[in-house]
């Protein structure tokens, strides 16, 4: 197994998925999460606003970037509650 770091914008990593979490309830983005949706048009924060997206424990959406970024689609998995969270939830989701 090849390990590798290193300092890079989420939205120019060059993979096929990239997950991202958010806690149940979150309304403003965290600033990763903002630099995706800012460069998606706002996608993420319509489907927040929505009512798709609610951070739910095991909740996931998977958004298609048709190319306006390098990862081909973003996969937001729900945390549950912050206040409830544990380690285990990780292993979990």
């Known amino acids: 197994m090849k390990i590798e770091t290193k300092k890079i914008s989420l939205v ?3 993979t096929p998925l990239l997950a991202i979490s958010i806690y ?12 995706i949706n800012k460069a998606l ?10 009512g798709e997206i609610k951070g739910k424990l095991e909740e996931t959406t998977v958004i298609h ?5 390098k990862p081909k689609r973003i ?14 939830v990780i292993k979990k989701v």
Do not use: P, V, Y
């Open 24 to 35: 149940e309830g979150e309304k403003n983005l965290q600033a990763d999460l903002e630099t």
């Open 65 to 69: 970037t048709q190319n306006k970024i």
């Open 75 to 88: 996969l937001i998995a729900g945390l549950g509650k912050k206040a409830e969270f544990k380690n285990e």
């Open 41 to 50: 048009g706002g996608i993420i924060s319509d489907l927040i606003r929505d």
């Open 12 to 14: 120019d990593i060059d």
